[in-house]
């Protein structure tokens, strides 16, 4: 399956403020690209041409904005359907807020991985019970992102969505999904994992191989 991160950056300086010595933009990009999703789509203002610059040589693309009056949700759908555009058959995008700077590549594979194994439920990010961005939003339910109300902040819009449509948490043990560009690295909580693997599958986490295998081979008669 192929899913695309969508970063949300209300405004250009936002978009790039330095981060661990880079835009935080470039650093979003890179987390997506490293973690597994295609494409990558930043939406961002930006009048002079500077957070396309911050992503050159990428493989992400910067696109203008939706209009203000269409709010939060507005420039979710917005790319969201860039995404559909840039990538035939592409079935979610992740929405993640450019605040969110400490997310772990780790989450966005394991919240891939998830989606393949529940490809219609809403997917939410947690850690510790709290659940946090970046939202895998399967794009069958892009009609009723649309319905949201233009009103509400990207909380609650996505609060609504999740009411609407089948949806979950995801405990992935990542500060990251919680804790955004107001938090220092250093302060952040220590990264913990997830228990068992967010897709449900758990031989290839380092289950308990050599008692599986003799499972196996008893079963076999080996």
């Not at 990558?40 to 696109?63: K, L």
């Not at 079935?91 to 772990?104: D, F, H």
């Given at each position: ?19 661990l010595g880079q835009p ?51 420039q979710m759908v917005r ?135 003799d499972a196996e081979a ?5």
């Open positions: 399956m192929t899913v695309a991160a969508v970063i949300l950056s209300a405004t250009t300086e936002g978009a790039l403020t330095d981060t935080r933009v470039r650093r979003l990009v890179d987390l997506a690209w490293a973690g597994g999703a295609l494409p990558v789509v930043v939406i961002a203002p930006d009048p002079d041409g500077a957070v396309a610059r911050a992503i050159a040589e990428t493989e992400a693309a910067w696109h203008a904005p939706a209009a203000h009056e269409d709010g939060p949700k507005g790319g969201c359907e860039i995404a559909q555009d840039e990538v035939q058959g592409a079935s979610a995008a992740l929405l993640w807020p450019g605040r969110m700077i400490w997310v772990g590549a780790e989450t966005i594979t394991s919240l891939i991985e998830a989606h393949g194994m529940d490809p219609g439920t809403l997917l939410r990010p947690a850690w510790s019970g709290q659940q946090g961005w970046p939202v895998l939003l399967p794009l069958a339910h892009l009609d009723v992102l649309r319905s949201v109300s233009a009103t509400l902040d990207p909380d609650d819009a996505i609060h609504a969505l999740a009411d609407a449509v089948p949806s979950r948490a995801v405990e992935l043990g990542d500060p990251g999904v919680v804790f955004d560009a107001a938090t220092a690295e250093p302060d952040l909580p220590p990264y913990e994992g997830p228990s068992v693997p967010a897709g449900g599958h758990v031989h290839e986490w380092g289950e308990d191989v050599a008692g599986i295998t008893g079963a076999t008669g080996r």
